[in-house]
C-alpha cells in the first residue's frame, strides 16, 4: 500500500541552525501539508500546498518556514533559523483532492539545543 | 475556546467492553476527521465523515452536523487499540483543526 514517508525520521540541531525536513507524499497526490505537535500538546497545521504554491499556511508558518516541491517527488519543510520553540514532531500529509482523507507519513523528530 | 473538545480526556477499560470518544466542534465543518496516534507517534487516519456514520471492523463513526458532535465507538475492545484517538475538523479550507486527543488504554 502506497505510503507518506519523510526523512530524517529523528534531528538534532543547534539553536540559529538551517533545517530542512524532506517529505515523499503518494505519487498521485496533488495536495501537501505539514503539521507539527510539540511534546505534551495538539497537533498543529502549519501549511498547505498546492500545484506548486502555499494555498494557506497558519501564523506559526512565519518567514522563518518556507516549503518547496524541487522535484516531482519531494516535498520540503525549511526552517532557516532555529529556535528552541521549533522542537516539536512534524508530521507530513498528502492527499488525492482537498476534501479527501490525508495520509500522515511517520514524523520527523527535531530537537533544538 | 478551542474549536475542537474532546472527551473524556483519559479512559481505561477492560479488553472487551464497548468504547465511547466524542468530540464537540463550534463551527461550520466540510468533514470531521478520526485518527488514531499510536506511542511512536505516527498518525494513521480512521474516518472521515461529513454526514451519518461510518464502519469499519469494530469501529464506528458517526456525526450529527446539527448538533456539532460526532462520536467514536469501539466495540469488543482489545489491548492492541491503546493508543490515543484524534478528532480534527476540516472547515472548507484544507488544513484540519484537531482536538487534543483522548487517550485509550484497554487492559487484558
Known amino acids: 500500500e502506497p505510503e507518506v514517508t519523510q526523512t530524517p525520521s529523528h534531528q538534532v540541531t543547534q539553536m540559529g541552525q538551517e533545517v530542512i525536513l524532506r517529505c515523499v507524499p503518494i505519487s498521485n497526490h496533488l495536495y501537501f501539508y505539514w503539521y507539527r505537535q510539540i511534546l505534551g500538546q495538539k497537533v498543529e497545521f502549519l501549511v498547505s500546498f498546492y500545484n506548486n504554491e502555499i494555498s494557506e499556511k497558519s501564523e506559526i508558518f512565519d518567514d522563518q518556514f518556507s516549503v518547496e516541491r524541487p522535484d516531482g517527488s519531494n516535498f520540503t519543510l525549511k526552517i532557516r533559523s532555529t529556535k528552541l520553540e521549533d522542537s516539536a514532531m512534524y508530521f507530513c500529509?498528502?492527499?488525492?483532492?482537498?476534501?479527501?482523507?490525508?495520509?500522515f507519513g511517520p514524523g520527523t523528530r527535531l530537537l533544538v539545543l | 475556546k478551542n474549536e475542537v473538545e474532546q472527551s473524556p480526556q483519559n479512559l481505561t477499560a477492560q479488553e472487551g467492553e464497548f468504547i465511547t470518544i466524542n468530540c464537540s466542534y463550534s463551527?461550520?465543518?466540510?468533514?470531521l476527521h478520526w485518527l488514531q496516534q499510536h506511542p511512536g507517534g505516527g498518525i494513521v487516519s480512521l474516518f472521515m465523515?461529513?454526514?451519518g456514520k461510518k464502519k469499519h471492523g469494530r469501529l464506528i463513526a458517526t456525526i450529527n452536523i446539527q448538533e456539532k458532535h460526532s462520536s467514536l465507538h469501539i466495540t469488543a475492545s482489545h489491548p492492541r487499540d491503546s493508543a490515543v484517538y484524534i478528532c480534527a475538523i476540516a472547515g472548507g479550507a484544507q488544513k484540519l483543526v484537531f482536538g487534543q486527543g483522548t487517550r485509550l488504554t484497554i487492559n487484558p
Open positions: 500529509a498528502s492527499s488525492e483532492t482537498s476534501v479527501q482523507t490525508q495520509y
Open positions: 465523515l461529513s454526514s
Open positions: 463551527v461550520g465543518i466540510s468533514a
